[in-house]
Each structure stands twice: as C-alpha cells, then as structure tokens.
C-alpha cells in the first residue's frame, strides 16, 4: 500500500462520493470482520434493491471488496459477504486521525476471513445483530442500545470470559444486558458448558451479574445442553437462557418469545421479558458492560 495512493487529493476526491450512512457502512464492516448484503439491509436500508445498488458502488470505488462462499448443490447461491476494502481503511482512518498503518488494516486479513473455519460463527454472530437491530428500526419501542462484537469483548475481558457478542436490549419498558453465546454444534457440550465458569468468575470480580444467553442451531441440541448446564455450578451464581434456532418462524427474531430461562420449564419468553423472569439483576443506569475483570 503506498501512501500516494491515498493522497489527500484521493481522500477528498472519496469525501465528495461518500455518505454518512456509507461512512457507518464502512465502520460496521470493519467493527464485525464481514456482513452479509442481507445484513447490510437490516442495519441500513429498506429494501435489498437499494442495498445491491449501493453496495455495488462501494465495491466499484474500492471501499468494500467481496466474495461468495460455496453452498453445498441444491442450496443456492450464498450473499455477497463484504469486508473493508483498501480505500475504506483509508476513509476510516482518516476520520480516526490516524496513517493506515496504525489503524491496523491488511487485505490478506481482511479477505482471510473468507478462508476462516469460523466463518459461518461469525456470519451467525452477526445476523444475530443485524435481526436485534432490524427489530428495533421496525418498532418505535424497540432499541438495541448497546452491541459490541467478540473482539471488543475479548479486548474487555481477556482471558477470564470471551462472549460473542455483549449487549443491552430495551422493549417496552423492559431492558437486559446479555452475554452471547452463539453455538454453531461444532464443540462438544461439555466444552460449551465449561464455559461458565469464566462467566461466573467474571461476575465475582465485577459484582455485576450479567445473564449468560445460549443460542443453538437445533431443538436437540437445545435439550440436551440444558441438562449439562443444569449440572454446572456456576448456573446457581450466574442467570441463563437458552433458545433454539429452529424456532425462528417470526419476524420478531432474537428479540421474539424464544428463550427459555434455565430454571423454568415454559412458557418461553421474549428476550427483554428475561428482565422480569430476574428482577434480581436491577437496571443499570448506562450501557456499559462490567469492567471487574478488564485487562
């Protein structure tokens, strides 16, 4: 990458053709690794016509690249998934006050992620994200307040506990802050069990108890995970949740009465209904996660 290529006549050049809503375009990108065209239309746009043709542009100006993994035969073409392109580093860097160097972006890890073995956690993590937050623009009493990816929580946490995803959901006048555990069935449920115990050491340390909420891809593996965390001694320190994703047949997604309490055997309840299932928990007075075990 040189640095006449993205000479401030360049950038200028870029500042004129670009948006607001490109420029937080760009910086979700970044912030997640890769969206999905289907993602990029839940967190920005109403329609996918509107999203393909912005999209296009971008990839045209060299602000996003993409690629389309490989579906087994019979399952379609898989979206475009967008990652930051070389002039869209440049943009963010510049907004960020830093050279490209500093602000850490390299092509062959950008595009890496296409090659990852996590790809379709990563992918899974973020449609998590784009539908929580597709719900909120669709209803006024909705807010996804608070989302921070599994990087920023591994940079948060360390080592103690490493969530996919942290966030605080508000509906009606109900609000929760969550750990997310997205579970693609690739690890043993003991592994993912074990789990808690990093969770319950983090709400020693921090004296904030934040519910550890566990998505799976299917009813039995659903089952049959309960019963290894009902076995865990950290679920009498730390509230869980779990929901199966085969149960996804609304448009309410994430935020809809899909997850069962741990303790409870039914009805299953509305995520920000979790609330009042642990009134316990109190509300917080800001969108920030604990920080008893911050690096």
């Not at 050491?201 to 108890?209: H, P």
């Not at 409870?264 to 800001?286: D, I, M, N, T, V």
Request: proline residues 5%.
């Amino acid at each position: 990458m040189t640095r006449s290529r993205f000479s401030p006549a360049v950038l200028a050049a870029l500042a004129v053709r670009i948006t607001h809503r490109d420029r937080r375009i760009l910086r979700a990108v970044w912030d997640h690794r890769v969206l999905t065209s289907q993602q990029i239309t839940k967190l920005f746009f109403d329609t996918d016509t509107a999203t393909r043709k912005r999209l296009l542009t971008l990839h045209h100006m060299g602000l996003l690249e993409r690629f389309r993994p490989n579906r087994p035969i019979g399952m379609g073409a898989a979206p475009y998934h967008y990652v930051l392109g070389a002039a869209g580093a440049a943009v963010l860097a510049a907004e960020d006050g830093v050279d490209l160097p500093a602000f850490g972006y390299r092509r062959d890890r950008a595009l890496g992620i296409a090659l990852n073995q996590r790809l379709a956690h990563t992918v899974g993590v973020n449609d998590f994200y784009a539908d929580l937050s597709w719900h909120a623009r669709r209803q006024e009493n909705s807010c996804l307040m608070t989302w921070w990816p599994e990087h920023r929580c591994g940079a948060m946490w360390g080592e103690t506990a490493r969530p996919d995803g942290y966030g605080r959901w508000a509906e009606n006048s109900h609000s929760l802050d969550f750990f997310l555990e997205f579970d693609t069935g690739t690890e043993p449920l003991d592994r993912v069990a074990a789990k808690l115990s990093g969770y319950a050491a983090l709400a020693r340390g921090s004296t904030i108890i934040t519910p550890v909420l566990f998505s799976v891809h299917s009813n039995r593996r659903e089952v049959n995970l309960r019963k290894r965390l009902l076995g865990h001694q950290a679920a009498e320190l730390v509230p869980i949740a779990t929901a199966s994703r085969a149960l996804l047949f609304s448009d309410d997604g994430p935020a809809g009465a899909l997850w069962l309490p741990l303790e409870a055997g039914g009805p299953r309840l509305r995520l920000a209904e979790l609330a009042s299932h642990w009134p316990h928990l109190g509300r917080r007075e800001a969108a920030e996660p604990p920080e008893g075990s911050r690096r």
